[in-house]
């Protein structure tokens, strides 16, 4: 697919040029359902980084395609911006599924046979016998960046052709997309594998390739497995969803302390501004170490964030949280929620250690979580046909 005269403008970690970006996005909206699956040209908006931290909303986003024309021709763009929804609601009732996937790499970096250690660094520097993977490994690791389409052939390739554990693969992505969350990265790489809806797995195949590339890439005969069965059922996908936690809105909440963090770098509240905040800069993310170009896209979400609310303190562990609260005599800290992943983990513990001085750490919610992740309980077609339903009330 050409790119139709529009440029692939650089992105930065700030609101406003997220902001930008979206409101150049109308054509691209409008010819989404026909255009998206095509790997070359500016096919697809690349927000998804500016989401990921929530420099802009989903609201947001959501708003503006209203404004390109009626949700029947712009469906298949509003279903993609709700996806990213979905798996974070499906993770969020289920969390054990997060913690198998760690404990999974920590076995594997213990355990992986020789043999397959070779292949691994071959897959991850770009040094198969597949000229076109090649390729994308070497523009996931350059740019941060990988087109969806892409990403279902990488991982179908590195799954059911070059025979390397699912989960390294999620952990090499997670490392090194802009956009990399915990909870799509995770369910996508289960979801290809075919883990997250037993037996039912994504094949990448040669013709599929070829046509959505336009012919750039053309894999031989016979060089990718197109046959290969999907992986075992560990059951994972079957677990009971538990409720999750949500609310209240945060812009109902008039906090007297906050505390930031990388998950959310958007707009906050007004009740939310010009009061004593802290950002907890959470570094530990265990079994995985993020490239350079993710550390430094997080940090400049969190600057540009942090210009926003003015005065804003830098706490690099808990015990620094905890001296914050007591110089500024806090009894009661809000957050935005962090969900399921590295920085929920690290703030299950602060909160542990503020509750042993007397200060509780509450959390809020943005108002798109607390509307759509109940719908989040089964598969996506139940969760669309209820967030569909939503969506009209909104586009009417």
């Keep these: 697919m050409a790119e139709s005269g529009r440029s692939l403008a650089a992105l930065f970690p700030t609101r ?10 109308a054509e691209v909206i409008g010819d989404y359902a026909t255009s998206r699956n095509y790997a070359d040209g500016w096919t697809t908006t690349r927000l998804s980084p500016y989401i990921r931290r929530r420099m802009i909303l989903e609201e947001e986003v959501l708003a503006f395609a209203r404004t390109v024309g009626g949700l029947r021709r712009v469906e298949k763009f509003a279903q993609e911006v709700v996806w990213r929804t979905y798996w974070k609601g499906w993770l969020e009732a289920r969390p054990s599924v997060w913690k198998a996937y760690l404990t999974q790499l920590r076995t594997l970096d213990e355990t992986l046979p020789g043999s397959d250690q070779d292949r691994l660094v071959c ?10 993977f090649n ?16 990403r279902m052939w990488f991982a179908s390739v590195w799954i059911f052709t070059l025979k390397l554990p699912w989960a390294m693969g999620a952990r090499f992505f997670l490392d090194h997309l802009l956009d990399g969350d915990p909870a799509s990265n995770t369910i996508s790489w289960r979801w290809v594998a075919g883990l997250q809806t037993p037996g039912k797995h994504y094949l990448a195949r040669a013709d599929n390739i070829a046509k959505y590339t336009n012919g750039r890439w053309v894999p031989k005969p016979g060089e990718l497995d197109e046959s290969a069965h999907s992986l075992r059922d560990d059951g994972f996908a079957r677990i009971a969803a538990v409720k999750p936690t949500l609310g209240p809105d945060a812009g109902q909440v008039q906090p007297r302390a ?20 802290v950002r907890y800069v959470v570094n530990e993310r265990p079994q995985h170490r993020p490239c350079n170009l993710v550390e430094e896209w997080i940090i400049g979400a969190c600057a540009d964030a942090d210009t926003r609310v003015g005065n804003v303190t830098l706490a ?45 750490l509450r959390y809020a919610d943005r108002g798109h979580d607390i509307t759509f992740f109940p719908m989040a309980t089964k598969g996506f077609f139940p969760f669309w046909e209820s967030a569909s339903v939503t969506l009209r009330r909104c586009w009417i």
């Design 135 to 150: 390729a994308w490994c070497d523009e996931l690791t350059s740019t941060g960046y990988l087109h969806n389409h892409v």
């Design 258 to 277: 906050v505390i930031l963090h990388d998950e959310d770098c958007g707009p906050l509240p007004d009740a939310w501004s010009a009061i004593p905040t």
């Design 123 to 132: 897959a991850i520097s770009g040094k198969t016998d597949l000229p076109y």
């Design 16 to 25: 406003i040029h997220g902001l930008t970006r979206l409101n150049e996005l």
């Design 316 to 360: 690099r562990s808990a015990e620094q949280v905890t001296d914050w609260c007591r110089e500024n005599r806090v009894v009661e800290v809000w957050a935005f929620r962090p969900l399921t992943g590295f920085v929920a983990e690290a703030f299950a513990a602060l909160a542990a250690e503020l509750a042993t001085t007397g200060i509780k």
